[in-house]
């Protein structure tokens, strides 16, 4: 409807990339002359919730969301070094009102995250939907993970059904 959505992290206390951040959106309805006020995404107490990757999917009208979350007293570093209390998950919601209200988010970490894997984060910036053939519709987010040897990985995971169902695709080393 012409409606542009600025999404961001909320760092509430600092810079820093763990404690308590929320996922926020700032909205224009006339062309991203003027925005609105702050909206929460997703607010889960002191956790880290973050990483937006939107996009819409031009077929439903559905704005889907991947992000991720984790606990705001693990620090990049414990999970990188499977020290952390819990591990970066990655969850998904979606918006059938132009970003006003969310679903609850769903947790896709067994379906979309190696066990292998340490950090992981969905984006940065939006995802895509192909508007050609082959996989015509087909939505892909790019993200990034990192592994046993803590070298970075690139990888992307992708939907053919406005998010009913998701899939983890290729992976390819930092530099690959």
Same mark, same amino acid.
């Given at each position: 409807d012409g409606t542009l959505l600025a999404f961001a992290e909320g760092r509430k206390n600092n810079a820093a990339d763990a404690g308590d951040i929320d996922l926020i959106l700032k909205r224009s309805t006339d062309g991203g002359r003027t925005w609105g006020k702050i909206e929460m995404v997703w607010d889960d107490g002191d956790n880290t919730c973050g990483n937006p990757a939107p996009v819409f999917d031009a077929a439903s009208g559905r704005l889907l969301l991947m992000m991720t979350w984790n606990l705001g007293s693990d620090k990049e570093s414990m999970? +990188?070094?499977?020290?952390? /209390?819990?591990?970066?998950?990655?969850?998904?919601?979606?918006? =059938? %009102?132009? !970003?006003?209200? #969310?679903?609850?988010?769903?947790?896709l970490t067994s379906t979309l995250k190696d066990s292998t894997w340490s950090w992981y984060a969905t984006g940065p910036c939006h995802a895509i939907q192909?508007?050609?053939?082959?996989?015509?519709?087909?939505?892909?987010?790019?993200? +990034?993970?990192?592994?046993? /040897?803590?070298?970075?990985?690139?990888?992307?995971?992708?939907? =053919? %059904?406005? !998010?009913?169902? #998701?899939?983890?695709?290729?992976?390819?080393?930092?530099?690959?």
């Open positions: 999970i +990188n070094t499977y020290t952390s /209390t819990d591990t970066r998950r990655v969850f998904y919601t979606y918006s =059938d %009102d132009v !970003g006003k209200t #969310w679903s609850t988010p769903v947790d192909k508007r050609h053939e082959p996989a015509k519709g087909r939505i892909v987010v790019s993200c +990034n993970h990192n592994d046993t /040897t803590r070298m970075s990985f690139s990888h992307v995971v992708w939907t =053919d %059904d406005c !998010g009913e169902n #998701w899939h983890l695709g290729g992976s390819a080393a930092a530099g690959g």
